[in-house]
């Protein structure tokens, strides 16, 4: 059995398709994942060569007891009709194409026949992409975090002032610093650049949802940025070093302290009006997480290849009725603050 950890990441199409031409590649794949060593029964504790069904490459049967241990279980993939090869095949496109992918060109790509089948495919990844344990960030004693909230789509036109239909987004980002050495002249934003982020949909500009998310997703005792809005100002009783900044109206103000948080912003209203043109309230959250995947995993394409799929860790994915009939929530930071 071959370790899944020595195989390169295909840098190219022709370079994946060598590594999974078909789904018996696939399966094999799943299996040494599992199973780094040797196939072990979860019946009755066999440690042997499993059979191999040909028709069933996703299903592996223990010898002594013959018992089935199927290899999409615990994954996005579970309970799916769909072939092993389109699995990885999605996920490959996914992780790699770095501007994302709408439900229709995915649709086009892998040559699926439903539009349907396309989008509970995405949507099932996407909940590969936010891990339940996931840590929380700012935890380096030299970096700060920026903590901002934007509105996100709706239309106001002819609706006078004020926000209507629109979504409430708050973003979590690291802020780390470059060293000065082998840069000339004066580096941009000073020298700070993004490390991890954390964004989610909340529902309003309270101290408990704002600060509930901060809980969540940054380490106590982290030095947080913040504009001089009063749902941040008990962030120091809940153990945070709270630094507010009251930009009154002036751009340069964020630009100086909230410089990052911004940008990010900025570049998530492009990519969902650019790729998405657009994306309902419902199912936002589900987006959100795919901008903070791609963006922690920027620089990691085979992490992020295997944690698209669950492989790396259990996963829950949404069925097909969940997701239309809105039942299924989608992952974030806070859920207990939500359903609390």
Not at 306 to 311: A, E, K, T, Y
């Amino acid at each position: 059995m071959f370790n899944p950890n020595d195989l390169p990441f295909p840098r190219s199409l022709p370079e994946f398709q060598k590594l999974f031409p078909d789904d018996i590649a696939c399966a094999a794949y799943l299996e040494a994942v599992r199973w780094p060593d040797s196939f072990i029964c979860e019946g009755c504790g066999e440690v042997s060569e499993p059979f191999r069904i040909k028709t069933r490459p996703h299903v592996q049967v223990c010898r002594n007891c013959r018992k089935e241990a199927r290899l999409m279980a615990g994954t996005v993939m579970e309970k799916s009709h769909t072939p092993l090869s389109i699995w990885f095949w999605a996920a490959y496109v996914v992780s790699t194409h770095t501007q994302g992918m709408s439900a229709v060109q995915f649709q086009r790509q892998l040559g699926i026949k439903r539009y349907e089948t396309s989008f509970q495919i995405l949507h099932k990844l996407r909940a590969g992409m936010a891990r339940p344990d996931r840590d929380r960030i700012g935890g380096n004693e030299k970096d700060h975090v920026e903590v901002d909230e934007s509105w996100l789509g709706g239309r106001t036109r002819g609706e006078g002032r004020g926000v209507h239909d629109q979504t409430l987004v708050i973003a979590a980002v690291e802020v780390r610093q470059r060293k000065p050495e082998n840069v000339k002249g004066v580096p941009r934003r000073n020298g700070r650049y993004a490390g991890r982020l954390r964004m989610e949909v909340v529902p309003d500009r309270s101290a408990r949802s704002l600060c509930g998310f901060v809980e969540a997703a940054v380490e106590p005792g982290a030095v947080v940025v913040t504009d001089a809005w009063g749902g941040y100002a008990t962030l120091p009783d809940r153990g945070y070093r709270h630094l507010p900044v009251a930009a009154r109206g002036d751009p340069s103000m964020a630009e100086d302290f909230l410089p990052i948080s911004h940008l990010i912003f900025s570049n998530l209203k492009s990519w969902l009006r650019g790729c998405h043109h657009g994306v309902s309230p419902q199912h936002l959250q589900a987006y959100l997480n795919e901008f903070t995947f791609r963006f922690n995993r920027r620089f990691y394409p085979f992490n992020a290849f295997r944690s698209l799929l669950g492989i790396s860790g259990p996963a829950v994915a949404p069925t097909y009725d969940g997701l239309y009939s809105g039942s299924w929530q989608h992952p974030r930071c806070s859920r207990h603050m939500i359903a609390g």
